[in-house]
């Protein structure tokens, strides 16, 4: 039976679930929506087909996304999602349950590590373990992390931002913000509603954020023009914004997350400070890729940062290799259940 015995590595995210497989690579990146029918609570889409919903129902059907802040908001549809991504991963003729791998946020507390490992096996799977993300990124990006060097990790996701300085395979310091992607999409959406008097959904916040958005003014700024409804008169109308004034729109946010990163390095042993002067701060995460971003953490820190490679997969890619040296990681990183 071992020999069947599958393993999991979910990279469970507020905007994005990706599945990993050893052996496979990952084999399912998905949204984390889920589409729900009021009446009777029957779940009707979940991923892919669900985030085209959003903003789009009809009254009788909510999509929404059951992952807040990076822990479980709603635990039912969490654990229905998660069901439908285990399937979805494994193929129906599937008969063995898996062994299942879940990244969680640095600063999750032990109840919500609890909850996602009941979800899991609710969903289907033998066992489930739990790690936390920083180190998971860190595994993913290539860092040696079992080495007694300072390593810095910044991972930022839709819905959590987390800070983390790794040393011998554990956390030295880590702080995690609930402020990362959709709090910038949220300020974008904001100030275009203060300025120009548009709403404008969502979907429509991140496509500026990654067409246009930047993480310091540019010179040579980027332009698109942008669809949404006319707040006075109702009706709908375009207009043409900027880079500089998305800059701007997201300066608070970015000044969180920054802020992040300082707690950390402030409380990091000055031995490990050196290591992190000497390699740099490495970046990952979907959200890390907003245009000089890696700039703007050099600029405020003093600390170089370098985007990771696949900086949206590393933590995917480090559920896999974790599992597939489980015996080596069960001591430093997995949290039992």
Excluded at 91 to 114: C, D, H
Excluded at 135 to 157: F, S
Excluded at 293 to 311: C, M, N, S, Y
Aim: charged fraction near 25%.
């Amino acid at each position: 039976m071992a020999l069947f015995a599958k393993k999991l590595g979910i990279d469970l995210g507020t905007a994005n679930t990706l599945v990993f497989v050893p052996k496979k690579g990952i084999v399912l990146n998905e949204p984390s929506v889920v589409a729900v029918s009021e009446q009777d609570n029957k779940i009707l889409a979940v991923g892919v087909e669900a985030k085209s919903m959003i903003g789009r129902t009809p009254e009788s059907i909510i999509a929404y996304r059951p992952m807040k802040d990076g822990v479980i908001a709603d635990y039912r549809v969490t654990e229905a999602m998660l069901r439908y991504f285990i399937d979805k991963a494994l193929g129906k003729w599937n008969i063995w349950k898996p062994e299942v791998l879940v990244s969680v946020p640095a600063g999750i507390t032990s109840t919500e590590r609890r909850a996602v490992v009941e979800a899991a096996i609710k969903a289907g799977a033998k066992s489930a373990y739990v790690v936390k993300e920083p180190i998971l990124a860190a595994i993913g990006a290539g860092i040696p992390i079992h080495e007694a060097r300072g390593h810095m990790v910044v991972d930022i996701g839709g819905g959590t931002t987390d800070v983390a300085v790794i040393s011998l395979g554990g956390i030295v310091a880590s702080t995690s913000v609930k402020c990362a992607g959709n709090r910038i999409d949220a300020a974008i959406a904001d100030y275009i509603k203060k300025t120009f008097n548009l709403a404008i959904g969502d979907k429509t916040a991140e496509d500026i954020k990654i067409h246009i958005g930047s993480a310091v003014p540019l010179e040579e700024e980027l332009s698109m023009i942008i669809k949404g409804r006319d707040f006075i008169s109702g009706l709908p109308r375009s207009t043409e914004i900027k880079t500089n004034e998305i800059v701007k729109a997201i300066g608070r946010e970015l000044r969180d997350m920054i802020k992040a990163i300082k707690d950390v390095l402030q409380e990091t042993p000055p031995e490990l400070a050196a290591d992190i002067i000497d390699h740099g701060i490495i970046m990952t995460g979907g959200s890390s890729m907003l245009r000089n971003l890696p700039e703007l953490v050099f600029r405020r820190t003093g600390v170089k940062a370098i985007l990771a490679e696949d900086p949206l997969y590393c933590v995917a890619k480090g559920t896999g290799i974790a599992l597939e040296h489980l015996d080596v990681y069960k001591r430093t990183i997995i949290a039992k259940r």
